[in-house]
Protein backbone atom coordinates (compact mmCIF):
# COMPACT_ATOMS: atom_id res chain seq x y z
CA UNK A 1 0.00 0.00 0.00
CA UNK A 2 2.90 2.27 0.94
CA UNK A 3 4.28 1.77 -2.76
CA UNK A 4 1.09 2.74 -3.92
CA UNK A 5 0.71 6.04 -2.61
CA UNK A 6 4.34 6.79 -3.16
CA UNK A 7 4.24 6.24 -6.76
CA UNK A 8 0.72 8.40 -7.00
CA UNK A 9 2.20 10.91 -5.09
CA UNK A 10 5.62 11.33 -7.69
CA UNK A 11 2.72 10.98 -10.51
CA UNK A 12 1.38 13.75 -8.68
CA UNK A 13 4.43 16.03 -8.88
CA UNK A 14 5.45 15.26 -12.67
CA UNK A 15 1.56 16.11 -13.40
CA UNK A 16 1.47 19.60 -11.79
CA UNK A 17 5.16 19.74 -13.12
CA UNK A 18 3.85 19.52 -16.63
CA UNK A 19 0.63 21.67 -15.89
CA UNK A 20 2.21 24.90 -15.06
CA UNK A 21 5.16 24.41 -17.58
CA UNK A 22 2.43 23.89 -19.99
CA UNK A 23 0.94 27.25 -18.82
CA UNK A 24 3.93 29.16 -18.82
CA UNK A 25 6.41 28.09 -20.98
CA UNK A 26 5.98 29.03 -24.72
CA UNK A 27 5.35 24.74 -26.35
CA UNK A 28 7.49 25.94 -29.27
CA UNK A 29 10.26 26.24 -27.61
CA UNK A 30 10.61 23.76 -25.01
CA UNK A 31 12.65 20.55 -25.54
CA UNK A 32 12.35 16.91 -24.17
CA UNK A 33 14.97 17.42 -21.92
CA UNK A 34 13.98 20.82 -20.28
CA UNK A 35 10.91 18.83 -20.00
CA UNK A 36 12.14 15.97 -18.22
CA UNK A 37 14.35 18.18 -15.99
CA UNK A 38 11.89 20.84 -15.33
CA UNK A 39 8.40 18.69 -14.66
CA UNK A 40 9.41 17.20 -11.60
CA UNK A 41 11.35 20.23 -10.05
CA UNK A 42 8.60 22.89 -10.48
CA UNK A 43 6.26 19.52 -9.20
CA UNK A 44 8.00 19.22 -6.53
CA UNK A 45 7.99 23.15 -5.61
CA UNK A 46 4.64 23.59 -6.56
CA UNK A 47 2.99 20.69 -4.46
CA UNK A 48 5.10 21.49 -1.74
CA UNK A 49 4.16 25.18 -2.05
CA UNK A 50 0.11 24.09 -1.87
CA UNK A 51 0.41 21.95 1.26
CA UNK A 52 2.21 24.63 2.83
CA UNK A 53 -0.02 27.35 2.30
CA UNK A 54 -2.86 24.75 3.06
CA UNK A 55 -1.04 24.09 6.20
CA UNK A 56 -0.80 27.99 7.27
CA UNK A 57 -4.98 28.33 6.57
CA UNK A 58 -5.13 25.28 8.79
CA UNK A 59 -5.82 22.20 6.88
CA UNK A 60 -3.63 19.17 7.87
CA UNK A 61 -1.72 17.57 4.81
CA UNK A 62 -3.09 14.54 3.98
CA UNK A 63 -4.12 12.26 1.37
CA UNK A 64 -7.59 13.71 1.27
CA UNK A 65 -5.38 17.42 0.48
CA UNK A 66 -3.34 15.57 -2.42
CA UNK A 67 -6.34 14.53 -3.54
CA UNK A 68 -7.52 17.74 -4.20
CA UNK A 69 -4.17 19.12 -5.64
CA UNK A 70 -4.51 16.85 -8.42
CA UNK A 71 -8.12 17.54 -8.87
Given amino acids: MAFL?????LLLIVLVGYTLLSAIHPSSRITIIQLIGLGPA?????????????S???????R?????IAS
Fill in 5 to 9: TCCLF
Fill in 64 to 68: KMLAI
Fill in 42 to 54: VGAGITGLLLFWA
Fill in 56 to 62: LIGFAPS
